[in-house]
Each structure stands twice: as C-alpha cells, then as structure tokens.
C-alpha cells in the first residue's frame, strides 16, 4: 500500500516540478523576495520588518495559489485526460489514489516553501549582515505557512472529488478568504443568537482557522510566538486535513468516471 | 476456467442538468469468455462497449449485476493484479518517458524493481518503441502512444487483458502490428477481449465476438462458424424464463441476456431443441441459420428490433 501511494505521490511531484507554471511561480516569489531589500531601502527604520512581511506574504500568496490551482487539476485532469484509467485498472484503490495524490502536491509545495525560504534567508542576511536569534522565530511563521498549504490541498482535494474544476477553484478561494477570516466568524458566532447563531457557530467549525495559522506580523515585530501555539496548530492541521481527506476518499470512490 | 463471466451488468446514467432523466448505458448483459479465447466486443459508437469495459475495470458502478474474472468478484484488488486494460484513445502523463511511465504502472502492479528493470526494455522492443524509451510522451505520435498503452497493458504479464478499440486511429502498418501482438498474447495463452467496430480485425483474431446495440446484447457467435458459409447450425432465441438446463444439453454455448436466452444447436439436433422448449411451455423468438460473414452477422444483428415483442 505505501509503495503504491509513494509511486503516485513521487509521479505527482515529478509532474509538478516539470510544469512550467510551477517554476514561473517560484521563479516570481523569489523575484519579489529578492526586490524586497530594495523597498526597505526607501522606508528607514523598517527594513527587516517590511522584508519579512513582503517576502512571508510572497511565500503565503503563491503557495496558496499553487495549492489551489494545483489542488484542484489533481483529480480533474487524472480524469479528463483519461490517465487514471490505467492506474485505477491496476491494484490501486482509489483511497490510495487520493492520498498520493495529496501527498506528492504537500511534498512539492515543501520544496518550494524551502527553496522560497532559502532565498528569503538570504536576503535577509544580505541586509541585516549578521543572522540574529529573533530570525529563527521566523521559521515558525513560515511553517504555519506551509500548514496552511496543507489545510488548503486538502480542501482543493476534496472539491474537486465531486464538482468542476472552475467551482472547484471559486470553493477553495472562497474557504480560503473565510479561513483568513476565521477568528471574526468565531467573535461573531460567539455574539449571534437563535438560528443565525447556531448557522454562525457551524460556519466556523467548518472554515479553517487560518487566521490562526498566519503570525507574519507578530514575528515581523520580534513577539515570541509559545509552543502550544506550535502543537495546537500542528495537531488542529492534522485534524482537518484528515477530514478533507476522509471525506474526499468517501466522495471519489462512489463516483463514476466518465 | 472461465476467464470472464459477467452476470446480468446494467448500467444506467443519469443525465440532465437536475440529473432527473435516465438513460440505458448497458442493459442487463450476461457473457462468458473463456479461458484462453480471443473475444471481440462490436458494436457500433454509443452500443455500450466501453461502458461494459469500463464496469469491468471499476471506472464506473453497475446499477445492477454483478461479474467475475479469473473466478474471483471483478472489484477484488487481488483481481486487478491478474489483468490488464488499455483505456480507447489512451493518453499518458505527456511529462514522463515511457520508461517512466513503465516504471510507475509497473509500481502500481507490484512488480520488483529488477523486474521492471529487466521487462521495460525487452517489452519497448517488442512494441516497436526500442530507442524511443527517453522520448517525452508529449512528442509522440498517436500510433506510438497505442503501442505504448498496449505496453502499460501487458507490462505485469496478465492473464486477461482487455483491449478498448485497440486498432483505432492507426494506419494500416500500426493494425497490422497490433493484430500481430493480439495473437502473439493469445499464443501464451492468454485471454483477450476487445472492443472494435472494424469487423475485418474482428473477423481476423477473434474465437468468438458478440454483438452490441443500444446496450443490448443481440447475439454471440463463434466466428469460424460464420465465415466458413457452413450453415449447418442454428440460433435458437426463447424467452429465458423456462427451458435454460434442457436447452444446454444441446448447446454449450448458452446464454441469457434479459429475458431473452440463446444457443447454438446444429441441425440435426433442431428438431429435437424445439420440441424440448415445447415440452417446457418455453415460448419460441427466432430460430435463425448461423453462417455467412461476420458483416452479415453483424447487420442483421443490428437490424433486429431494440425489444423482442413477448
């Protein structure tokens, strides 16, 4: 079983890392991180601060743009190009398929975020010359990034198991939006009463709680961010993207490919 | 052994906007291949071939029915393992090689690494693709990538390989060699049912073909028997209700598609069939003589009416 989802997650990752979209991203992410010392030039006094807001956001908004856009063509274009027949025909089962196919796109999207963070350190050390404790913090904020890459192929996965990929897209961007949303949902839900209340309350169980998931700009500013913070969110990712999984898996195996 | 034994499969789709209309994919359809057999699936566009192929390979769920390759359910992984499919107009990850490709599928099939190692080569050279296996599948033709699917096929040496119009889109060269291929897989004893509308591949490779229409099954035949012009064996069609165990006594290729059941008698055992489906208060469809040429086989099969009136 793990030889065969290693196999499709390898052959998705090895498709991704041929695709030329796919370097023109990485290729502008490190672009912009790369400018970025420039624009601290003109703001005295916030180098480091604008730095590592620009580039983290740089690293957040193409990563997501990957895991959807990338997300949501895993299965589609396996079965508008008719190319999951022949795996699909063979001893794979379709759980399997799924889960390949999830984690080759997270093992892609981890190179990337390493590679975007490479230059980001890079940058960071052409500016400020010396590397500081305070800059290790940085690394947390870019690993709730790579979580939230991980909540958001998840959910790319799941819709587009059963809708096309253009609603696919429009879902996920939408739940994305949400997610980056999420805490005012919950003050919200936490304010309403009666029916829009308890509609409330479940919107934000169900929307991710990336807002939870973005510290850029308290690390930006120095704030230590606690370690139950790091194992909340570890565990909180986990969670949910067992359940797009599971429920992707659930979706997929029942349908019929035309 | 039979190899395959499908079991009154049906398959309807629903279609629409609100999904609320049905459409007949494939009505109830009973088959049986034999281990061993080159079976031809014919059929013109839209008869169901590919729906039935599809069923067979887990692509799709039946609405009903059920089916068995290698006396074992179709679904069963283990079953998987044991055939092989080549999907009509294949069409490969256009990013990788076919050594890649070969590579992943045969992954996918539990072979060993050496295994792979030792097979890909041998097998790009028995397809005709020896030299090409670095080439990027994006720059291939249409006829090179037929023989590589037929390839990815028959890379985990499957007893049952099931071919979805396997000569569509070739030239007469790429047929040829494909014909060829079929009957070199049919020489190791293995089973091969296809699907084609191109009666003259049908008519050259294969034991027997039934005919599709419409998601009907309207007949099976054996085809040395019809190109031979010997017509001294007939068709007997009857309402399926009755007379199945007395009518196999007198032709073992008996089968039941609906309501409607068939057999093959010869004729001197005629008389004797009709007076058994008599005797059984089996009502009588058609009594027909088998012979001819496939072509002819074919169109009058298609000429039938969609429904035989009770």
Same mark, same amino acid.
């Given at each position: 079983?793990?030889?065969?989802?290693?196999?499709?997650?390898?052959?998705t990752f090895?498709?991704a890392v041929?695709?030329?979209?796919?370097?023109?991203?990485?290729?502008?992410?490190?672009?912009?991180?790369?400018?970025?010392?420039?624009?601290?030039?003109?703001?005295?006094?916030?180098?480091?601060?604008? =730095?590592?807001?620009?580039?983290?956001?740089?690293?957040?908004?193409?990563?997501?743009?990957?895991?959807?856009?990338?997300?949501?063509?895993?299965?589609?274009?396996?079965?508008?190009?008719?190319?999951?027949?022949?795996?699909?025909?063979?001893? *794979?089962?379709?759980?399997?398929?799924?889960?390949?196919?999830?984690?080759g796109l997270a093992g892609t999207l981890l190179v990337n975020?390493?590679?975007?963070?490479?230059?980001?350190? *890079?940058?960071?050390?052409?500016?400020?010359?010396?590397?500081?404790? &305070?800059? &290790?913090?940085?690394?947390?904020?870019?690993?709730?990034?790579?979580?939230?890459?991980?909540?958001?192929?998840? =959910?790319?996965? =799941?819709?587009?198991?059963?809708?096309?990929?253009?609603?696919? #897209?429009?879902?996920?961007?939408?739940?994305?939006?949400?997610?980056?949303?999420?805490?005012?949902?919950?003050?919200?839900?936490?304010?309403?009463?009666?029916?829009?209340?308890?509609?409330?309350?479940?919107?934000?169980?169900?929307?991710?709680?990336? #807002?939870?998931?973005? *510290?850029?700009?308290?690390?930006?500013?120095?704030?230590?961010?606690?370690?139950?913070?790091?194992?909340?969110?570890?565990?909180?990712?986990?969670?949910?993207?067992? &359940?797009?999984?599971?429920?992707?898996?659930?979706?997929?195996?029942?349908?019929?490919?035309? | 052994?039979?190899?395959?034994?499908?079991? !009154?499969?049906?398959?309807?789709?629903?279609?629409?906007?609100?999904?609320?209309?049905?459409?007949?994919?494939?009505?109830?359809?009973?088959?049986? $291949?034999?281990?061993?057999?080159?079976?031809?699936?014919?059929?013109?566009?839209?008869?169901?071939?590919?729906?039935?192929?599809?069923?067979?390979?887990?692509?799709?769920?039946?609405?009903?029915?059920?089916?068995?390759?290698?006396?074992?359910?179709?679904?069963?992984?283990?079953?998987?393992?044991?055939?092989?499919?080549?999907?009509?107009?294949?069409?490969?990850?256009?990013?990788?090689?076919?050594?890649?490709?070969?590579?992943?599928?045969?992954?996918?099939?539990?072979?060993?690494?050496?295994?792979?190692?030792?097979? $890909?080569?041998?097998?790009?050279?028995?397809?005709?693709?020896?030299?090409?296996?670095?080439?990027?599948?994006?720059?291939?033709?249409?006829?090179?990538?037929?023989?590589?699917?037929?390839?990815?096929?028959?890379?985990?040496?499957?007893?049952?390989?099931?071919?979805?119009?396997?000569?569509?889109?070739?030239?007469?060269?790429?047929? /040829?060699?494909?014909?060829?291929?079929?009957?070199?897989?049919?020489?190791? !004893?293995?089973?091969? %049912?296809?699907?084609?509308?191109?009666?003259?591949?049908?008519?050259?490779?294969?034991? /027997?073909?039934?005919?599709?229409?419409?998601?009907?099954?309207?007949?099976?035949?054996?085809?040395?028997?019809?190109?031979?012009?010997?017509?001294?064996?007939?068709? +007997?069609?009857?309402?399926?209700?009755?007379?199945?165990?007395?009518?196999?006594? %007198? !032709?073992?290729?008996?089968?039941?598609?609906?309501? +409607?059941?068939?057999? $093959?008698?010869?004729?001197?055992?005629?008389?004797?069939?009709?007076?058994?489906?008599?005797?059984?208060?089996?009502?009588?469809?058609?009594?027909?003589?088998?012979?001819?040429?496939?072509?002819?086989?074919?169109?009058?099969?298609?000429?039938?009416?969609?429904?035989?009136?009770?």
């Open positions: 079983m793990t030889t065969r989802i290693r196999a499709i997650a390898f052959n090895r498709e041929r695709d030329r979209v796919l370097y023109n991203l990485v290729f502008f992410a490190l672009l912009l991180v790369a400018t970025a010392p420039l624009l601290g030039e003109i703001s005295i006094g916030v180098q480091r601060v604008l =730095l590592i807001n620009l580039s983290l956001s740089a690293i957040s908004i193409f990563g997501i743009v990957i895991s959807i856009f990338v997300g949501i063509s895993l299965v589609s274009k396996e079965i508008e190009r008719r190319t999951l027949y022949p795996v699909l025909s063979r001893p *794979v089962g379709r759980g399997e398929f799924i889960l390949g196919k999830y984690c975020t390493m590679a975007m963070t490479t230059g980001f350190y *890079v940058a960071l050390l052409l500016m400020t010359r010396s590397f500081t404790r &305070a800059d &290790a913090n940085i690394l947390i904020a870019i690993y709730f990034l790579f979580l939230q890459f991980i909540v958001i192929i998840g =959910l790319a996965l =799941l819709f587009s198991s059963f809708s096309s990929p253009l609603l696919s #897209a429009l879902f996920a961007l939408s739940m994305f939006v949400a997610g980056s949303f999420a805490a005012d949902l919950r003050g919200f839900a936490a304010m309403s009463h009666g029916p829009e209340g308890l509609l409330a309350r479940a919107a934000s169980y169900v929307v991710p709680n990336l #807002a939870s998931l973005n *510290v850029i700009t308290r690390v930006s500013h120095d704030q230590f961010i606690p370690a139950a913070l790091v194992g909340y969110n570890t565990l909180y990712t986990l969670l949910y993207a067992t &359940a797009t999984i599971t429920a992707a898996v659930l979706i997929f195996s029942r349908r019929d490919l035309k | 052994m039979l190899a395959v034994e499908i079991l !009154g499969l049906e398959k309807t789709y629903a279609i629409g906007f609100w999904k609320k209309k049905r459409k007949d994919g494939l009505k109830s359809l009973h088959l049986e $291949i034999q281990q061993g057999e080159v079976f031809g699936f014919l059929g013109p566009n839209g008869a169901g071939k590919t729906t039935t192929l599809k069923l067979l390979m887990g692509l799709i769920s039946p609405t009903a029915g059920t089916a068995r390759i290698l006396n074992q359910p179709w679904h069963d992984p283990a079953v998987r393992a044991r055939i092989g499919f080549l999907p009509e107009q294949p069409y490969f990850y256009d990013h990788l090689t076919p050594i890649e490709l070969l590579d992943y599928y045969g992954t996918l099939s539990g072979i060993s690494a050496p295994d792979r190692r030792l097979r $890909i080569p041998k097998l790009l050279e028995r397809v005709g693709l020896a030299g090409q296996g670095g080439t990027q599948l994006r720059k291939f033709s249409k006829g090179m990538l037929q023989r590589v699917g037929i390839a990815q096929a028959v890379l985990h040496e499957p007893e049952v390989v099931f071919l979805d119009e396997p000569m569509s889109g070739l030239d007469p060269v790429g047929r /040829r060699e494909v014909r060829n291929f079929i009957q070199s897989l049919n020489r190791e !004893g293995k089973t091969v %049912f296809f699907s084609t509308h191109i009666l003259g591949d049908a008519e050259a490779l294969c034991h /027997r073909v039934a005919v599709l229409n419409k998601g009907e099954l309207r007949g099976i035949s054996v085809v040395a028997d019809l190109t031979s012009q010997n017509r001294s064996r007939f068709e +007997v069609v009857w309402q399926a209700t009755a007379a199945i165990p007395a009518m196999r006594a %007198f !032709g073992n290729e008996t089968h039941v598609a609906g309501e +409607v059941a068939r057999t $093959i008698v010869r004729e001197s055992q005629l008389q004797a069939a009709l007076e058994a489906l008599k005797s059984q208060s089996a009502q009588l469809i058609s009594v027909n003589p088998v012979g001819g040429s496939l072509e002819e086989y074919f169109l009058q099969k298609l000429g039938e009416p969609d429904k035989v009136p009770r």
